[in-house]
């Protein structure tokens, strides 16, 4: 998955026009440029952009891949066993850490986090809306979070 599509997901969660996003960064079509993928994107314009939207985009993945497994226990636990407080307390450390996690790490974090609202009663509703985000890219993600969509 490329940065663009970060940006544009977390962009259109905070429901900002690109226009506000872009200011003072870049132009508009420039923006749209990057979250379609048609361009990468000058590191200075991608590192302002994610600090406006208040994300990392780095992709250090090896050293983020490690703390995305520390949660991997707890998740699976909690899903096989529909701990609902379990899940309640492991949703709030996740979203906790989708700041400063990379991309390829936030998106395991949130599709977990996501995941784990179907633990909670009354959590459907809220789930489809924010799975409806990753249907859109599911050709972009990795096996593992495409199947997390499902």
Known sequence: MHVGYMIKMERLSQKMKQAVLAKGICSESQLSRIEN?????RDEVLDKLSKRLGIAISDDFK????????????YERIINT???EGAARLISELTDKFPSAGIQTRIELELMA????LVLKGGEKETRRKL?????????????QAFAVL
């Open 37 to 41: 993928g048609n361009i990468k994107g």
């Open 63 to 74: 050293d983020e891949r490690v703390r995305v497994e520390d949660y991997v226990v707890r």
């Open 82 to 84: 529909r701990d609902q």
């Open 114 to 117: 996501i995941r784990l609202s």
């Open 132 to 144: 409806a985000k990753y249907q859109d890219i599911q050709s972009e993600l990795t096996p593992q």
